[in-house]
């Protein structure tokens, strides 16, 4: 596995959740990345993209101002911090490395894939 995602679990509405993704060498440090997640019996769609030296970040407009993502290349390890969560944040997360230095919305330009990891808010 060389993309390990870790961190899910049951909150409750409001509270908050850091999300890893740890790669298992560095080969990915020159690589933007991703978050993505996946609602039951939906497609995934895109949360959050960071280049490959952190100076770039964009959101999904549904998550923007509540998550924060971020990465420490000398960890081989990105985060995602979740804020104010809702039920409509239900959902496996997936964390991804793009194929170039800059990530994007488009879950084809991440050829590498983490196993997901679950988070439910209940209400």
């Known amino acids: 596995v060389q993309l390990q995602a870790s961190g899910g679990g049951l909150v409750q509405t409001g509270d908050s959740l850091r999300l890893s993704c740890t790669a298992s060498?560095?080969?990915?440090?020159?690589?933007?990345m991703g978050w993505f997640r996946q609602a039951p019996g939906k497609e995934r769609v895109f949360v959050a993209a960071i280049s490959w030296n952190g100076g770039s970040t964009f959101y999904a407009d549904s998550v923007q101002d509540r998550f924060t993502i971020s990465r420490d290349n000398a960890r081989n390890t990105m985060y995602l911090q979740m804020s104010g969560l809702t039920p409509e944040d239900t959902a496996v997360y997936y964390c991804?490395?793009?194929?170039?230095?800059?990530?994007?919305?488009?879950?084809?330009?991440?050829?590498?894939w983490g196993q997901g990891t679950l988070v439910t808010v209940s209400s």
């Open positions: 060498t560095r080969r990915f440090s020159n690589n933007g």
């Open positions: 991804a490395a793009a194929r170039k230095a800059y990530g994007s919305r488009s879950t084809s330009d991440y050829p590498h």
